[in-house]
């Protein structure tokens, strides 16, 4: 059995590459090792630091989890604010953790092109909490898309460094996985190639969208004048559609669409249509669990609260003993 930690920011409702990148590992992963999923709000400061919508987003993510059947019995589910050792393994990591490398990540670098005018701490130390995530847990898996490697290789280095800095073997490196041996990247309905809740308006599918926000979105997907002759290469948002078909739809589906565009027969208003209905069985149930859950309080309640106490137990003994390797003791 190994330890297993993942999360996701608390930025809005969650859509499908997060559940095939990510949540659908959970819920696979759930009964055969310790697992441990959170929902990163602090995380989630670094770029939506609004106090009126923290909370209605923390609540939002922890429905869709249980919609999507993370079981709360078998996974310790929780939210990171509630366990505040986090925030200082985060700080021990930080003494460690070089402004060099912390400039260099890709992400870092994509966000202060998004939000120039906010380069705040938070976001240069993003990985370093990320870090802390996994492993006050001790975890050696992190499921997660494919964009996340690189933040994956930074928390090994950080745990790397720890060990061999204090001269021990407390923290296993954590690695990024996928339950189907490959990372996933789900593609967005706008021709860019992720799907992503900050990317533009209609690119991605929300698992709480009802059939008419699904519809209106693929049916207005780009696409582009269609093949002229059999054989012809794909471009990009045509690519794009066939790799949601291919999460979405049965294998049969899928392979009779690709005949007829390399037959060049294909109707891009066909396919779409198709899309649609997949789309919309697939997130049929996941949308009645949400509207289930979210009137009940009280048992998200009580999620939370068991959460937090089991997160905390393991939290809590890692950092007593992070402090003791690094040398604190009381008088
Ligand atoms: P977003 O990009 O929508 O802000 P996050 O960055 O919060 O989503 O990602 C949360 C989790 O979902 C991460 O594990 C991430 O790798 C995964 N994920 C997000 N978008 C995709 C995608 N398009 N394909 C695969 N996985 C994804
Ligand atoms: N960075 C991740 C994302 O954007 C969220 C995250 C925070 C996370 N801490 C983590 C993922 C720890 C896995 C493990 O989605």
Do not use: W
């Not at 006050?136 to 928390?155: C, F, N, T, W, Y």
């Amino acid at each position: 059995m190994e330890t297993v930690v993942s999360g996701i920011r608390s930025t809005g409702n969650l859509h499908l590459g997060n559940y095939f990148g990510a949540i659908r590992n959970f819920v696979k992963m759930q009964h055969e090792h310790r697992c441990f999923f959170f929902i990163a709000d602090y995380h989630s400061l670094t770029t939506h630091p609004t106090p009126g919508d923290l909370h209605r987003n923390v609540r939002q993510v922890l429905i869709e989890y249980l919609a999507a059947g993370i079981d709360p019995n078998a996974a310790t589910l929780y939210i990171q604010s509630d366990v505040p050792e986090v925030t200082e393994l985060y700080l021990l990591l930080n003494m460690n953790a070089y402004k060099g490398e912390l400039e260099r990540c890709t992400s870092f670098k994509e966000k202060i092109r998004k939000q120039p005018d906010n380069v705040n701490a938070g976001l240069l130390t993003y990985p370093v909490l990320m870090a802390a995530d996994i492993i006050i847990h001790k975890a050696s898996k992190v499921p997660v898309g494919k964009d996340q490697e690189q933040h994956l290789e930074m928390a090994r280095t950080f745990a790397n460094r720890f060990n061999r800095l204090y001269k021990t073997d407390y923290f296993p490196p954590p690695y990024a996985f996928n339950f189907d041996m490959e990372l996933v990247k789900v593609p967005g309905l706008d021709g860019a190639t992720k799907m992503g809740k900050s990317e533009s308006e209609g690119n991605a599918i929300f698992l709480s969208d009802d059939p008419k926000a699904i519809k209106k979105k693929v049916m207005r997907a780009t696409t582009d004048s269609g093949p002229e002759r059999p054989g012809e290469e794909m471009s990009q948002p045509i690519e794009n559609l066939f790799n949601l078909m291919r999460v979405v739809s049965s294998e049969d589906t899928l392979n009779h669409f690709l005949d007829a565009f390399n037959k060049a027969t294909i109707r891009y208003g066909d396919l779409k249509k198709q899309l649609t209905e997949d789309m919309i069985s697939f997130t049929k149930p996941l949308r009645e669990r949400i509207l289930e859950l979210d009137a009940d309080n009280q048992y998200l309640a009580k999620v939370a609260r068991m959460g937090a106490e089991k997160a905390r137990e393991s939290a809590a003994k890692t950092v007593r003993e992070v402090r003791e390797i690094i040398g604190f003791k009381t008088f």
